[in-house]
């Protein structure tokens, strides 16, 4: 299974930007599609999900509203859609999959697969 996250760059705050996660060796069928994040010193948190049914989308607080989680199944990608973008929202941001069930959506151990990350970096 690989994951491969592409799409980071500079940006000035305000802009947007869209990230794109390429997965193979592996179905979305039964699988939760995930974006987390990780900034310099501190942990890797939560960003959005596709539920495993894909019937489901989950954002954190901090990017809910600004942020879109999407899909192509034929292509077997998965997108994270960035706008509005803070400087609070420079980090790595890595694409994952697993099979967490519903209420441990948001935490990344639940998760088995992991891309390489994308650098993000918003000035401001």
């Known amino acids: 299974v690989q994951l491969q996250a592409s799409g980071g760059g500079l940006v000035q705050a305000g802009g947007s930007l869209r990230l794109s996660c390429a997965a193979s060796?592996?179905?979305?069928?039964?699988?939760?599609m995930a974006w987390f994040r990780q900034a310099p010193g501190r942990e890797r948190e939560f960003v959005a999900a596709?539920?495993?049914?894909?019937?489901?989308?989950y954002y954190s607080d901090s990017v809910k509203d600004r942020f879109t989680i999407s899909r192509d199944n034929a292509e077997n990608a998965v997108y994270l859609q960035m706008n509005s973008l803070k400087a609070d929202d420079t980090a790595v941001y890595y694409c994952?999959?697993?099979?967490?069930?519903?209420?441990?959506?948001?935490?990344?151990?639940?998760?088995?697969?992991w891309g390489q990350g994308t650098q993000v970096t918003v000035s401001s």
């Open positions: 994952a999959a697993g099979r967490p069930i519903t209420s441990t959506i948001m935490t990344p151990n639940q998760y088995v697969y």
């Open positions: 596709f539920s495993r049914s894909g019937g489901s989308t």
């Open positions: 060796g592996l179905t979305f069928r039964g699988h939760a």
